[in-house]
């Protein structure tokens, strides 16, 4: 590496840095050590790329919003079956994860928060009709504020759409 690289010690450094973090996942978590390391590593580097600009759109996953904050958030297919995953619907410790991926975006919110499901959707060429998460059902009725939107849709039907915000 010395010979190939002239930034060599930075080099060598990023590769002590990476197995000594490696040693600590496989301590931690054996399993899924690998999985683990390299989603917190990837979280490091987009957290570090964030830019404070209020002009700017992010999209992102969940696990990449993890602790990051912005003033309005959107999360998107609140349904079940998209979120909460189908694989996850029957696999309790997986049900828990999305559980705790919806927590994570909830809280990324610090002025408004929007969770919006589809009635209907088209995926993977077919229409799919699915209820809404069984997240949006654990949240105090209290706490929503949920809105209908009236207009056709491009199934062709004139039916409402729901859309639900935090007060």
């Known amino acids: 590496m010395e010979e190939s690289f002239p ?13 000594g973090l490696s ?11 690998l999985s683990r ?13 964030m830019t404070e600009r ?10 990449a919003a993890k602790g990051l904050e912005f003033s309005f958030v959107f999360v998107t297919g609140v349904e079940e079956g998209i979120f909460p995953h189908a694989k996850s619907l029957f696999d309790a410790v997986q049900l828990e994860e999305e559980r705790r ?3 994570v975006g909830i809280t990324r919110s ?13 995926l993977w060429g077919s229409v799919q009709a699915n209820p809404e998460s069984r997240f949006l059902k654990e949240i105090p009725k209290e706490l929503l504020n949920v809105t209908n939107l009236a207009g056709d849709d491009f199934f062709g039907e004139d039916e409402d759409e729901e859309l639900y915000v935090d007060e």
């Open 7 to 19: 930034d060599s010690d930075s080099r060598i450094e990023n590769i002590r840095e990476l197995a």
């Open 23 to 33: 040693r600590r996942f496989e301590d931690e978590h054996p399993a899924d050590a």
């Open 37 to 49: 390391m390299l989603e917190e590593a990837s979280l490091m580097s987009a957290q570090d790329e």
């Open 54 to 63: 209020k002009d700017i759109l992010h999209l992102m996953t969940l696990h």
């Open 101 to 103: 991926l919806c927590y």
């Open 110 to 122: 610090k002025e408004r928060l929007w969770l919006l499901r589809a009635r209907r959707r088209m």
